[in-house]
């Protein structure tokens, strides 16, 4: 199962991807993973899953965390850097506190240590998918009101932002030097542009898309 | 006695013999006498004229015959008892007594004044020059003139008191010459000085000198001493002179016939018969000589040679107990100390492996925590299978999968296992053994523990290990205890290094050795290291100890190679080398 891009309006379904420079432990994570009924893909490296995979899908990383060249700890970063919306599971064979520390303030999801509890670990990235999902949900909605408001015409856009702010057509025929009939015009058309059904939904996207 | 007289008394006696059985006018039988004739015959004759003359006369029915005989012949005459009576000297009168068991019934008397047995002495006589030579113990190492070996009057008397001084004439002079009859001779050997001593009979010298043959004052008589019954000087004491014996055989009537003539006969030429003397100092002479009757003296019993030398012996048997206790000690401190030396070996054997384990046991337990991951990973992943496994059969789906992760389990779980046999093989307490060995295995089995370590170090490992190897002889895990030291201190060294990398290669030398080589990209080695490197209690690792290398190098001692560091172009290099098994020497 392919999952689109985030942001994108096409359906979106989550991966799971096993990060692990052991075989065994890929191959096994994978067999216990796919109990949740979800994609898995497995990659041997941090770089290996970089150069396969565009990050901007959601889905969950079960990720290790010391590996020959790039760390766990890296790759984390690296995505925190790119604004990917994938969770992250760490798995480690010898976590210490700070390490643990460094992954809980980049964003993970749990930090564990193997072997782990198999239930905890379905748990944990069940989650981290559940969020993932939501943010790649909430980065649809952001991208569909850009996309209205970038079909909206300068005069569309400076009445839009005047009944954002909840002001009257009056004062905005006022303040835009035109007569209200012209103003009442563009708040149509605005509003059937951006698919509002109210000022108050209209306010929502705009301040989601801020 | 003139010549002619003799002549004379021999014609009458034969005349006398002759008559005899024609008076009888019958044979009559033989009645044999035996004389020693030691001056011939003739004048054995003439000596006992009167003798034969008397017991002719008093024997009438008997032919009384003369046997002149010489000293062997005398013997043998006795034994075959084809003599009756025998006139011989004191020496073999005692000697045949004792084998023949002949019997004594006269013995030579003087027909002085008195009628009295007559003596034997002997003078030892030298030129009064010799002012050196003045008793019979000077006779020492001098040349000696006497008349024969057995020669009673003439040398056993003297031989007998020069014993007693502490003198053997035959091994402790410097010559013994023996010149028979007449004595006259050894006198002249004397005067002449070609021998320097000579022993004659008693008042040979005194007579010789009243017929101005000799001056008596040209000589000395040693030990000088009057004779008993003599005006002559001895040197000797006095023996009985020469007996008149009958055999066994001869019947008793006739010896007393033979008897009463003997003792009835006139003086006659210092000629007469008296009773039978004691030839008893004559057995003590031929006892203290150990000759004759007594030579079985000189063979000696174990009895009397213990008598004789006990000092010596029990000296020769405390030497010898002596010698026998000293090897016993010997041996037994000998046995003693190879036993403590053994025990000492074995000791410091035990010791240095124990060493050796106690630095292997450091060795995994600083990799412990590396090791530990590595077999957490199979674990986790038979806990991964197991779980998926279980939640698949809950579902009661993907029954091919739950298959495959059981067979994956098995896999992994044998690669704990191996994980598991590598370390216990590693550091199991264990005997040195030696054997045919590619020097490639330990290297494996090193790197096999040692790559968890060097995945937590990131440290890249570069493997060039020669193709074939010849077999060393070796102990595999003394071997893969200093590989896998060599590789812990190259990833140690290079912790804080960017770039970690290590090489390890094998190589057959030319030389007979095959080389193990350990290089690593850390920051070399400083030159207080490089001096000290290879002392115990060295090291430049804060929790080290200074074993490894130290240990290291007596290992590789002890199999007859070399280890050390070599210069290499940034970080540090180390070597050892194995000579090549002998037989699989090219």
């Known amino acids: 199962m392919t999952c689109g891009r985030c942001g994108s309006t096409e359906p979106c379904s989550p991966t799971i991807h096993v990060v692990d420079d052991d075989e065994a432990m890929r191959h096994s994570l994978a067999f216990l993973l796919k109990s949740l009924g979800v994609a898995v893909e497995c990659h041997p490296s941090a770089e290996a899953f970089l150069a396969n995979h565009r990050t901007d899908r959601p889905g969950c990383l079960v990720l290790d965390v010391r590996m ?30 700070p390490m643990a520390v460094e992954a809980m303030r980049g964003g993970a999801v749990v930090f564990l240590e193997k072997p782990c509890n198999d239930q905890l670990l379905l748990d944990h990235v069940a989650e981290g998918l559940r969020h993932s999902t939501e943010a790649c949900g909430r980065a649809a909605t952001t991208t569909r009101v850009r996309q209205r408001l970038d079909s909206l015409t300068s005069r569309e856009r400076a009445v839009l932002e005047l009944v954002a702010q909840g002001k009257p057509n009056k004062v905005i025929a006022y303040e835009l030097d035109i007569s209200i009939k012209t103003v009442e015009a563009h708040r149509a058309h605005v509003m059937e542009k951006m698919a509002a059904d109210s000022v108050a939904d209209l306010t929502r996207m705009l301040v989601a898309a801020s | 006695m003139p010549r002619g007289a003799i002549l004379i008394r021999l014609g009458l006696l034969a005349l006398a013999l ?94 002085g004044d008195a009628l009295r047995a007559r003596t034997v002495a002997s003078t030892v006589v030298v ?68 021998a320097d001593a000579g022993i004659i009979r008693a008042c040979l010298l005194e007579q010789m000198a009243a017929e101005s043959r000799i001056r008596l004052e040209d000589f000395r008589i040693l030990d000088a001493r009057m004779a008993p019954g003599s005006p002559c000087m001895v040197s000797t004491r006095a023996y009985p002179d020469w007996p008149f014996a009958k055999l066994a055989h001869t019947p008793e009537r006739l010896a007393k016939r033979v008897v009463l003539a003997l003792l009835s006969m006139p003086g006659e030429d210092d000629h007469a ?24 003296l000189r063979h000696r019993s174990a009895t009397e040679i213990l008598h004789d030398n006990w000092p010596w012996l029990a000296i020769a048997v405390l030497g010898a107990l002596w010698w026998v206790l000293h090897v016993a000690r010997v041996e037994y401190l000998v046995r003693r100390r190879t036993e403590e030396l053994k025990r000492a070996h074995e000791e410091a054997r035990r010791q240095r492996e124990e060493m050796e384990h106690g630095a292997r046991l450091a060795l ?44 994956r389990i098995t896999g992994q779980a044998e690669r704990a296992a191996a994980i598991v046999k590598r370390m216990r093989a590693f550091v199991r307490k264990r005997v040195p053994e030696p054997q045919p060995l590619d020097l490639n295995e330990p290297v494996r089995e090193a790197l096999g523990l040692f790559q968890a370590t060097a995945a937590r170090q990131g440290v890249v490992v570069s493997i060039r290990l020669a193709g074939t190897c010849p077999l060393v002889r070796a102990d595999r895990v003394q071997m893969e205890q200093v590989v896998l030291n060599l590789l812990k201190n190259a990833a140690d060294a ?28 850390g920051p070399g080695l400083s030159e207080d290291a490089r001096n000290h490197l290879f002392e115990p209690f060295f090291t430049t690792k804060p929790d080290g100890l200074g074993l490894g290398l130290s240990l290291s190098r007596s290992i590789i001692e002890a199999h007859g190679g070399r280890l050390w560091a070599d210069e290499s172009e940034g970080g540090a290099c180390f070597r050892f080398t194995i000579p090549v098994a002998s037989e699989n020497l090219p």
């Open chain 1, 68 to 97: 020959p060249g790039m760390s766990g700890l890296e790759l984390q970063t690296l995505l925190n850097r790119a604004g990917s919306s994938l969770s992250i599971v760490f798995l480690s064979g010898h976590g210490d506190i």
């Open chain 2, 18 to 111: 002759l008559c005899a059985p024609l008076a009888a006018g019958a044979q009559p039988p033989d009645l044999r006498i035996g004389v020693l004739a030691f001056r011939g015959a003739e004048r054995a004759a003439a000596e006992w004229e009167p003798t034969l003359r008397q017991l002719t006369a008093r024997l009438p029915d008997y032919r009384v015959r003369a046997v002149p005989l010489d000293l062997a012949g005398m013997a043998e005459a006795v034994r075959a008892g084809t003599v009756d009576f025998v006139i011989t000297n004191p020496g073999q009168y005692v000697e045949l007594e004792a084998e023949q068991g002949i019997v004594r019934i006269a013995s030579l008397a003087s027909s």
């Open chain 2, 273 to 296: 018969w008296t009773v039978p003397a004691d030839y008893q100092p004559v057995h003590e002479l031929f006892r203290a000589l150990k000759i004759g009757p007594y030579a079985h």
């Open chain 2, 494 to 521: 290079m912790a804080d290094q960017p770039r970690r990398e290590t090489t390890i290669a094998t190589r057959p030398r030319d030389d007979g050795f095959v080389e193990v080589t350990v290089s690593d990209s």
């Open chain 2, 127 to 194: 030129r009064a020059a010799r002012q050196d030579l003045r008793r019979l113990a000077d006779l020492r190492d001098t040349r000696l003139a006497a008349v024969a070996p057995e020669a009673f009057g003439g040398f056993r008397i003297a031989w007998r008191e020069m014993a007693e001084q502490g003198v053997d004439p035959f091994t402790q002079t410097a010559g013994l010459d023996f010149l028979g009859f007449p004595m006259e001779a050894i006198v002249a050997k004397v005067a002449s000085g070609e």
């Open chain 2, 364 to 407: 995994l337990g600083e990799m412990a925590s590396s090791l530990a991951h590595e077999i957490n990973q199979p674990l986790a992943a038979i806990a991964n299978y197991a779980s998926g496994c279980e939640r698949r059969l809950a579902a009661g789906t993907d029954s091919e999968g739950v298959a495959e992760a059981v067979h």
